[in-house]
């Protein structure tokens, strides 16, 4: 018999994907909570507050559709902006009483004969749920470098998200290690406050130039009273079109749109580096796009500033005094800061999770991380994903991809709302092909073209969708139920 049947539902992390369940199951009437580790919404805008934090999407495309926001400063926001456009979104949808904060989800327990997940928290209580919704992010678990000596540095010594404020940084000598985009930004905003800055970069990085402006007062105010105008910036060819290229740039790598990206990145690096022995260390060796592209409108400029000095040297170790090269230069400093990036095969982990049979989440993803789609799970019905494993990275916005994964979860929590099946999980074989055919299209795209990055899993294969975006909206418009098992409701 079918019927609207009661649901409760689980959600794992308020930040930005967390957040858009909340408001989408909200709507719906249905019930929910939302379980939150820290004591503030926001994930990766709450706990990113290193100085030059900036969004590489454009600020009116960083929204989610449904909201758009008149109030943005510039034409890329900073974070602590965005982290205030989150907290405006939750009040606005009266979503904070449904959060439970310092609520650290540390298990989910599926229990097969009841079709219920068992969440259990930090402090040890527990409650029943039928779906749980996974949108604990991706980049939040930091990653400490392996190198000797760390420990023992006399002054502040810490990773970019968990950036300490009383650490020395004006008229401080500071070493900056890592060069992706966290510690480009980085230099791009304390080079000037700086006694000396030294970037510690084991790699160069590829970038891409993109026009910055302010918005001014005036132009808000046109913004609050046509949202068509913000429309105009977010769905238009300059940004959706880019974004559409890129991907085509990435899964073909030989094609027109790659060149294009590689002609302006080369083009721009040679405009704009004057000292000769600098532009050697800052060229990249590997083809633009491998790595995440660094999007900036001032990080050529800003590097060349005299305080800073980037030592492409090996490091031999940490001293109370400062970094040691492996050639014996001893780089004294005041404050260190690790730009090392993050864990990023972790996602709801360290949670331990077990599905069908006592499969736990780290059997599973005993090899690398993977989910059907980049959503759902063998052997883990009623589990959902957001912005899990596999789905599409690059220089767009995410909002835009959990949305899309939305749609596709909504449509088969609906098959459990409307009483059509009691728990929905893909088959291990649909899911097996799905890999297959991932797997090696993956290591054709760009990101597979010999580099080393985060969006790279433990066996070198790139970690993400390997298709055009296009291809990613289309498969998100319905699921294909022949790939999933409906189990039936099983009367009491
Ligand atoms: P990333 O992009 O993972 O960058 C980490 C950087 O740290 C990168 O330059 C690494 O060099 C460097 N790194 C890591 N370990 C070491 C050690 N041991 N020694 C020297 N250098 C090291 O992290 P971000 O935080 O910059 O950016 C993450 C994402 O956040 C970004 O892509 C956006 O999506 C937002 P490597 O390149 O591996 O040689």
Redesign the pocket.
């Known amino acids: 018999m079918t019927g609207q049947r009661k649901m409760k539902t689980a959600i794992v992390g308020a930040g930005m994907a967390g957040i858009l369940a909340a408001i989408k199951l909200k709507q719906r009437g249905e019930e929910f909570t939302v379980f939150e580790k820290a004591d503030r919404i926001g994930g990766t805008w709450r706990e990113n507050r290193y100085p030059g934090l900036t969004c590489d999407v454009p600020s009116h495309a960083y929204t989610y559709s449904f909201e758009p926001y008149a109030e943005w400063q510039a034409s890329y926001a900073a974070g602590a902006e965005i982290q205030t456009y989150f907290e405006k979104v939750v009040e606005k949808y009266g979503i904070g009483p449904a959060i439970r904060f310092n609520a650290e989800v540390t298990a989910l327990d599926w229990d097969d004969t009841e079709a219920k997940w068992t969440v259990t928290l930090k402090d040890g209580s527990r409650q029943d749920f039928d779906v749980v919704v996974a949108a604990s992010g991706v980049?939040h678990h930091p990653?400490m470098?392996?190198?000797e000596g760390l420990d023992s540095f006399a002054g502040p010594a810490f990773h970019?998200a968990r950036w300490d404020e009383s650490a020395p940084i004006k008229d401080a000598r500071v070493g900056l290690?890592?060069?992706?985009?966290?510690?480009i930004q980085i230099v791009t905003a304390i080079n000037k406050q700086v006694a000396s800055l030294v970037h510690?970069q084991?790699?160069p990085q590829w970038v891409m130039p993109v026009p910055y402006s302010t918005y001014s007062d005036a132009e808000r105010t046109a913004f609050r009273n046509d949202p068509a105008l913000i429309d105009a910036i977010r769905f238009s060819d300059e940004y959706l079109g880019n974004v559409r290229r890129f991907t085509d740039a990435i899964t073909d790598v030989d094609g027109p749109e790659m060149k294009m990206i590689e002609d302006i990145c080369r083009d721009h690096f040679e405009a704009s580096i004057r000292d000769p022995e600098l532009k050697e260390k800052l060229r990249p060796n590997y083809r633009a796009a491998c790595?995440?592209l660094i999007y900036s409108w001032c990080y050529y400029e800003e590097v060349q500033h005299p305080a800073v000095h980037v030592e492409t040297g090996r490091?031999e170790r940490i001293e109370p005094r400062g970094v040691r090269m492996v050639d014996g230069t001893l780089h004294e400093l005041d404050t260190l800061v690790l730009?090392?990036?993050?864990q990023a095969d972790r996602f709801i982990r360290p949670a331990g999770v077990t599905g069908q049979g006592g499969v736990t989440l780290d059997a599973f993803w005993a090899r690398r991380p993977t989910a059907h789609y980049a959503v759902t799970l063998p052997g883990f019905p009623n589990l959902f994903m957001l912005n899990g494993p596999t789905g599409p990275v690059g220089n767009f916005s995410l909002i835009d991809i959990a949305e899309m994964q939305w749609s596709y979860i909504d449509q088969l929590i609906d098959l459990l709302r409307q009483g059509r099946a009691e728990t929905v999980a893909p088959t291990a074989e649909a899911h097996a092909h799905y890999e297959e055919r991932r797997i090696a299209a993956a290591k054709t795209t760009i990101f597979g073209s010999g580099c080393?990055?985060?969006y790279l899993d433990a066996e070198g294969v790139p970690a993400s969708w390997p298709w055009s975006y296009d291809a990613f909206e289309q498969a998100m418009k319905a699921p294909n139920l022949s790939e999933y098992t409906l189990r039936e409701r099983v009367a009491a």
């Open positions: 980049l990653r470098p392996e190198i970019t290690i890592g060069s992706g985009s966290t510690g510690f084991r790699s790595k995440r490091i730009a090392t990036g993050f080393q990055s985060w």
